[in-house]
């Protein structure tokens, strides 16, 4: 299996780790550390001595509850950090829902478009949908993630019910819709949005049963890493703030890619990368 993106044919016969890029000063787990756009060069760097195969840059924090960034605040925090960032010889994907953004760091050369809205979000100022977007693009690659309502509601108000069943229909419809647009279906990846609007014990569900995505026949890429899902978990009768869940999000994302998972997208890279070449060594 292989993830088709802008510049890069990602072979993905063995696990891939993405570094997280936080350029913003409200992120949950790092927020305000990387929001100079030489930190998070300094940072994109930094990762990719530690073991990181690509990198998924951001400058809106998504975290329950956070406020929306307007684009041109958003454009304005990314594309110094994307036009370095394209340089360093690695898949770069941009961690955005907005048409605009999308466009620019494509424009700049990123590999692929990361969207926690699966390309639903709809400006009203700007004539392209995420999706129009993506599929003018001749190569991009794209992950098509779920979430429950939007990140000011999604935790007040989880989902109810089988979230397994819900998530895997949304995420079918909606590569079939972007396939329907002409993206080939070697460009799409989906993400089934650990956190996203989901009780800890729907959370855990879509691990346990993870093989159900994937035989809807689309690399999975899953983000585990500091959630809270895994601080009460793993806390026993206390807490983990974001900062001391290091050792439950390398279970997590090692769990994940022993049920099939592709990319794992996680702050913490060099440990998780130590901790996926001994995976690989036990797969010999």
């Known amino acids: 299996m292989f993830w088709q993106t802008t510049r890069f044919r990602i072979d993905l016969a063995q696990p891939q780790v993405m570094g997280i890029v936080n350029v913003t000063p409200d992120s949950f787990s790092d927020g305000g550390q990387h929001a100079h756009t030489a930190a998070a060069l300094a940072h ?18 998504t975290r329950p509850g956070a406020q929306p960034v307007p684009v041109e605040q958003e454009l304005a925090r990314l594309l110094p950090v994307l036009q370095a960032a394209v340089t360093l010889g690695v898949p770069i994907s941009v961690d955005t829902y907005k048409p605009q953004v999308m466009q620019a760091a494509l424009d700049v050369g990123v590999d692929i478009i990361n969207d926690i809205w699966a390309l639903r979000w709809a400006d009203p100022a700007h004539p392209l949908a995420g999706s129009a977007v993506v599929a003018q693009h001749p190569s991009c690659g794209v992950c098509l993630m779920h979430m429950h309502r939007e990140p000011q509601t999604m ?10 069943a819900q998530v895997l229909h949304f995420l079918e419809r909606s590569a079939q819709d972007l396939h329907a647009l002409g993206v080939e279906k070697t460009r799409i990846a989906l993400d089934p949005g650990v956190g996203f609007g989901k009780t800890v014990a729907q959370n855990f569900a879509l691990l346990a049963r993870q093989s159900e995505f994937l035989a809807l026949g689309y690399p999975l890429l899953v983000g585990w890493s500091r959630k809270s899902s895994l601080a009460g978990m793993a806390a026993g009768t206390g807490t983990l703030d974001a900062q001391q869940r290091l050792v439950p999000s390398v279970a997590a994302a090692l769990l994940a890619i022993e049920r099939g998972a592709r990319i794992v997208r996680v702050h913490d890279v060099l440990q998780t990368a130590q901790a996926v070449k001994v995976w690989l060594a036990a797969q010999a």
């Open 44 to 61: 994109c760097e930094q990762l990719l001595r530690d073991g990181a195969q690509m990198l998924d840059i951001g400058a809106e924090s």
């Open 155 to 164: 935790q007040a108000a989880p989902m109810q019910g089988d979230a397994v």
